[in-house]
Structure formats: structure tokens, C-alpha cells
């Protein structure tokens, strides 16, 4: 059974950091495209950022401050995604997920992605 599972979540004060974790059981993450969403309240879920099979990254939400950090650790099998200068703006679900196949380039579209994460909550407040 394919899977993933995200981890790292949590209440953190504004300003603050975060490293979120998205761990694949049955398949092996460095051959597949790896993205990060989040669905904040009353929004769609949108991109965040994303890891290629090549280890290439794209970061979706155009953070001049360089908020969001993807990477890979294919020892581990997880991607992880780094989020720095925490708002309460940020607080969403964040889920991770990858296509079935392999060498699927980057997309911010959560229609080119099969596998899905249950979310790890991540709540920025004071």
C-alpha cells in the first residue's frame, strides 16, 4: 500500500519556525515529483512548493522573504518543507502528495497528484 504521511505540525508563535516531515511508505520518494499544499480556513489548497525526481524545487507562493524551504533526504525516504517567519496567515492544513508516476515535472494543481497525506495542522498565533 502506497502512503504518506506528514508529521511536524503544531502551535507556534508569529515569527516564529517550523519543519514539517512527508514520509512515503511503498514507494520511493526521490523518484517521484513531491509537493507541498496547504488549505488555510474558508480557502482552497493551494501549492506551496515542490521537489522534482531530479531534486530541482519550486516554490509556489512567491515569498520574496524566502519563507519556504523544500528538500529531500532519499536516505529517509522524506521530504521536507522548512517554513520560516511563521504569520497566523500561514495557519492551514498542510498536506504532502505525489503523482503514480514518474518524471512528472512540478505543478501547484492538486488535480496532477494521486497520493495524498492525511495533513499535519499548523496553527500560527500568539
Known amino acids: 500500500q502506497l502512503t504518506l504521511v506528514e508529521s511536524g505540525g503544531g502551535l507556534v508563535q508569529p515569527g516564529g519556525s517550523l519543519t514539517l516531515s512527508c514520509s512515503g511508505s511503498?514507494?520511493?520518494?526521490?523518484?517521484?515529483?513531491t509537493t507541498w499544499f496547504r488549505r488555510a480556513p474558508g480557502k482552497e489548497r493551494e501549492g506551496v512548493a515542490c521537489?522534482?525526481?531530479?531534486?530541482?524545487?519550486?516554490n509556489f507562493r512567491n515569498s520574496a522573504k524566502g519563507q519556504f524551504t523544500i528538500s529531500r533526504d532519499n536516505a529517509k525516504n522524506t521530504v521536507y518543507l522548512q517554513i520560516d517567519s511563521l504569520e497566523p496567515e500561514d495557519t492551514a492544513v498542510y498536506f504532502c502528495?505525489?503523482?503514480?508516476?514518474?518524471?512528472?515535472?512540478?505543478?501547484?494543481?492538486?488535480?496532477?497528484?494521486?497520493?495524498w497525506g492525511q495533513g499535519t495542522q499548523v496553527t500560527v498565533s500568539s
Open positions: 502528495a505525489a503523482p503514480i508516476f514518474r518524471d512528472v515535472p512540478c505543478s501547484g494543481s492538486e488535480l496532477d497528484y494521486d497520493y
Open positions: 521537489i522534482d525526481d531530479r531534486g530541482v524545487t519550486t
Open positions: 511503498g514507494f520511493t520518494l526521490d523518484y517521484h515529483t
